[in-house]
T-cell receptor, first 113, second 110 residues
């Protein structure tokens, strides 16, 4: 296994369009996290899954954002009716519950025009 | 509340040691981490320390934790140009999200 992968790596969209990002965690990892990073800032937590259950959502996650992990493997993050303020790097991380260390993917950079 | 602070920039000469500092506010943090981010890339886990430890060494990296002052530092020995990046300090509780600082940009000059 080569690590956490994310697709696409870059996405440019027009304001008002919907976008969906995918994250494939390290295969034996049962926890999956989504973070958002804006320019010049550290990553901020968005949401977290243990297996297929979404256990926590940040107040940053407005109603336009939804995340799923239907079979406890890959996860998708959808943003509906994108706004320019959604422009950011979206990072996915995974961990194995007895290890407590999160490993990050390369991120998806979103630009909303 | 939870807050993690770091200085924004550090510039060092190649071959010198670098020391990046971090302070945090949540005394119940269980783990403290250092991540490295190169331009346009994701975060690479460098090292972490459990809150009941005060030091951890891993090759060129030394982490010092002062739990009383809630201060964490990362020392990089023999800094190389390839160490130029942004370094993030982060804290978490068990099975919880990471809370990151704003990052310290390390620039290494010849």
């Amino acid at each position: 296994d080569t690590g956490v992968s994310q697709d696409p790596r870059h996405k440019i969209t027009k304001r008002g369009q919907n976008v969906t990002f995918r994250c494939d965690p390290i295969s034996e990892h049962n926890r999956l996290y989504w973070y958002r990073q804006t320019l010049g800032q550290g990553p901020e937590f968005l949401t977290y899954f243990q297996n297929e259950a979404q256990l926590e959502k940040s107040r940053l996650l407005s109603d336009r954002f939804s995340a799923e992990r239907p079979k406890g493997s890959f996860s998708t993050l959808e943003i509906q009716r994108t706004e320019q303020g959604d422009s950011a790097m979206y990072l996915c991380a995974s961990s194995f519950e007895v290890e407590e260390t999160q490993y990050f993917g390369p991120g998806t950079r979103l630009l909303v025009l | 509340g939870e807050d993690v602070e770091q200085s924004l920039f550090l510039s060092v000469r190649e071959g010198d040691s670098s020391v990046i500092n971090c302070t945090y506010t949540d005394s119940s943090s269980t783990y403290l981490y250092w991540y490295k981010q190169e331009p346009g890339a994701g975060l690479q886990l460098l090292t972490y320390i459990f809150s009941n430890m005060d030091m951890k060494q891993d090759q060129r990296l030394t982490v010092l934790l002062n739990k009383k002052d809630k201060h964490l530092s990362l020392r990089i020995a023999d800094t190389q140009t390839g160490d130029s990046a942004i370094y993030f300090c982060a804290e978490s509780k068990v099975a919880d999200k990471l809370i990151f600082g704003t990052g310290t940009r390390l620039q290494v000059f010849p």
